[in-house]
């Protein structure tokens, strides 16, 4: 029992250090604003929860953000928002997993879970994370408006910014996500299946 309940922490300790190590691997995408970029810190994230459950996922979350947070300093906002981003995907898509163990159930809940996510993130960066980045950084929404219409000239107001960039964003970050976790499900499977929780 101490021998299982001490893998399961050394594994969710070095996937939080890779997780966090994948963080400063970021890339935006074509025709999208140059602030919205995607890292892929979620995949270990995720795998832990495939392995222990969504709590797993969400402690691995938690700490890659705060070792982001301890060296990088500044106010938290992004690493707020890429928690609450990480965790709704984990949350969804590892609790429709848990219930069968299976590919198309991973598939599922992965695509529920981006489109929860998408939903989700779209509400919090309208309300909460874009006015936080106005208040506390002094990056006004009229300068993030701005910055967005160089990539995508249909934007011109926070509603637009948010249907038009982060919607779509989130989508397709839940998207590349679940392309890269399945074929790593695929070849782990026959040790993920089973494991205790």
């Known amino acids: 029992m101490r021998s299982t309940s001490l893998t399961k922490m050394v594994t969710i300790a070095l ?16 025709l999208m604003p140059t602030f919205l970029t995607i890292d892929l810190s979620d995949i270990p994230a995720i795998i832990g929860a495939i392995l222990f459950g969504p709590l797993a996922g969400i402690i691995i979350e938690a700490l890659k953000n705060l070792l982001h947070y301890a060296t ?14 990480g965790s ?3 949350i969804v898509g590892s609790l429709i997993f848990k219930k069968r163990q299976t590919t198309r159930s991973l598939l599922i809940g992965l695509s529920l879970g981006t489109l929860v996510m998408a939903i989700i993130m779209s509400l919090a960066n309208y309300y909460f994370i874009y006015p936080a980045y106005a208040i506390f950084m002094g990056f006004s929404i009229d300068q993030q408006i701005q910055l967005a219409q160089a990539a ?8 637009t910014l948010v249907i038009l960039a982060v919607l779509p964003f989130n989508i397709i970050k839940g998207v590349i ?10 070849r782990l499977r026959p040790r993920l299946v089973s494991k205790p929780r």
């Open 15 to 30: 996937l939080s250090a890779i997780a966090f190590l994948i963080m400063y691997i970021a890339f935006p995408l074509p």
């Open 72 to 85: 990088t300093g500044g106010i938290p906002i992004g690493e707020l928002a890429n928690f609450i981003a």
């Open 88 to 90: 709704v995907l984990i």
């Open 152 to 159: 995508n000239h249909s934007i011109h107001d926070l509603m």
């Open 177 to 186: 996500m679940t392309l890269i976790v399945v074929p790593i499900w695929l």
